[in-house]
T-cell receptor, first 115, second 112 residues
């Protein structure tokens, strides 16, 4: 088990609502990435936060937003939920140094169902 | 999307046999990583191979990388029922920072 935790484990929302998912990164890590994994697919990169700033974004609309806090934990917010947002949301933490990228450690994920 | 392809999509073998999974990708990479996922839960990092490496071993795992063919393979030797899971390759590519681009995955079932 990694030291990355996510909450909640499962969540059911209705279309149009807003949701906040949380991630606690592993001790010593300064980078958090969020991925969306639809059923039967590989994870898709949403965005990454490094030292509290967004540091890269995938092909996701602006209603997907995030935050990273001084303790390097992170939130993923999704507004105006759509049925297709139903997925497993994974957070991964890593340590990024100057031009060095290291292994990412994944949390157990949050299963979001949008009805 | 720069998602790679994995082959086969599903693989069923007997315990003790070897399992080989292949991954192809589209762009120049910095490194390629293999992950395991059990029953739709979190991903477990298995092994990382850098673009200047050709082969790497870790326990029962052997990974090869052919950058000229933009492909990699994962070999699991002497498989066990506990190896039953989905396996994904993921790449970081030049100019992409630490963003992981995942393949479509191979579902491995190891039967007793």
């Amino acid at each position: 088990e990694t030291g990355v935790t996510q909450s909640p484990t499962h969540l059911i929302k209705t279309r149009g609502q807003q949701v906040t998912l949380r991630c606690s990164s592993q001790s010593g890590h300064n980078t958090v990435s969020w991925y969306q994994q639809a059923l039967g697919q590989g994870p898709q990169f949403i965005f990454q936060y490094y030292r509290e700033e967004e540091n890269g974004r995938g092909n996701f609309p602006p209603r997907f937003s995030g935050l990273q806090f001084p303790n390097y934990s992170s939130e993923l917010n999704v507004n105006a939920l759509e049925l297709d947002d139903s997925a497993l949301y994974l957070c991964a933490s890593s340590y990024s140094g100057s031009r060095s990228y290291n292994e990412q450690f994944f949390g157990p994920g949050t299963r979001l169902t949008v009805l | 999307s720069q998602q790679g392809e994995e082959d086969p999509q599903a693989l069923s073998i007997q315990e003790g046999e070897n399992a080989t999974m292949n991954c192809s990708y589209k762009t120049s990479i910095n490194n390629l990583q293999w992950y395991r996922q059990n029953s739709g839960r979190g991903l477990v990092h298995l092994i990382l191979i850098r673009s200047n490496e050709r082969e790497k071993h870790s326990g029962r795992l052997r990974v090869t990388l052919d950058t000229s063919k933009k492909s990699s393979s994962l070999l699991i030797t002497a498989s066990r029922a506990a190896d039953t899971a989905s396996y994904f390759c993921a790449t970081t590519f030049t100019g992409g920072g630490n963003k992981l681009t995942f393949g479509t995955g191979t579902q491995l079932k190891v039967e007793l």
